[in-house]
Nanobody
Framework: QVQLVESGGGLVQAGGSVRLSCAAS??????????MGWFRQALGKEREFVAA????????AYGDSVKGRFTISRDNANNRLYLQMNSLSPEDTAVYYC?????????????????WGQGTQVTVSS
């Protein structure tokens, strides 16, 4: 059974930075054959696309609200996904989820991701 576990969330001041990690485990090509993504969900809101990266790392995409501030990356040798978040604002407060796409290319919608982590809370104080 594939498992994704996020870490790195917490409380940060506005203007600060946080780096999220996601560790993938399980049998078979758990990680390296698939595109991966980060989503977030603020209280009372729908889950929102944040960033995605293709299986090899050459393709990336970002949601409009995080472009220029967040950077997604991956380490296929160690089955890890990362999200570097800079210039954080209170509007970035949410639970952040790591997710594995059904395919190898970058996708943007929740339904195209079939494996999800449990999420990690990021709270940005003003």
């Amino acid at each position: 059974q594939v498992q994704l576990v996020e870490s790195g969330g917490g409380l940060v001041q506005a203007g600060g930075s946080v780096r999220l990690s996601c560790a993938a485990s399980g049998p078979g090509p758990t990680f390296r054959a698939y595109a991966m993504g980060w989503f977030r969900q603020a209280l009372g809101k729908e889950r929102e696309f944040v960033a995605a990266i293709s299986w090899g790392g050459s393709g990336t995409a970002y949601g409009d609200s995080v472009k220029g501030r967040f950077t997604i990356s991956r380490d296929n040798a160690n089955n890890r996904l990362y999200l570097q978040m800079n210039s954080l604002s209170p509007e970035d407060t949410a639970v952040y989820y790591c997710a594995r796409c059904a395919g190898s290319g970058v996708k943007f919608t929740v339904r195209e991701y079939t494996v999800w982590g449990q999420g990690t809370q990021v709270t940005v104080s003003s």
